[in-house]
């Protein structure tokens, strides 16, 4: 039978998983540079995203970003909407550039469309 002093043992080792739970995570963030994703009503989603024109360092530590955010709240997205995220855009992350990053069948790809130029 549930006594006071059980109810109140069980709530305080609640509390306490709780707060660690939530601590590990913000050091988590912090550690891996996760953004916030932009949802509608920003401007920066109307806008044209420039072109990658050859791909460096600086598109690979995006992409590197990128993919530690949907790493991050995918689990969250399932646990509260009951929904996965798929994939993300460059300009939903704040950055106007054309690339997407998704998960298809499992493995993670990285989406840049190539432009030729008229010839």
């Known amino acids: 039978m549930w006594n006071r002093r059980k109810f109140l043992k069980l709530s305080i080792a609640g509390l306490f998983s709780t707060t660690g739970i939530f ?5 988590y963030k912090q550690k891996n540079n996760i953004n916030d994703i932009v949802e509608f009503p920003n401007p920066i989603l109307r806008g044209v995203a420039e072109s990658i024109d050859f791909i460096d360092d600086s598109i690979m530590t ?58």
């Open 23 to 27: 601590s590990f995570l913000l050091r």
């Open 62 to 119: 995006l992409a590197n970003s990128m993919i530690s955010i949907l790493q991050y709240k995918a689990p969250f997205a399932f646990l509260f909407k009951g929904s996965l995220y798929k994939g993300l855009a460059a300009p939903q992350v704040g950055i106007q550039k054309r690339m997407i990053v998704c998960g298809l069948n499992g493995e993670i790809k990285i989406l840049i469309p190539l432009f030729l130029p008229n010839a």
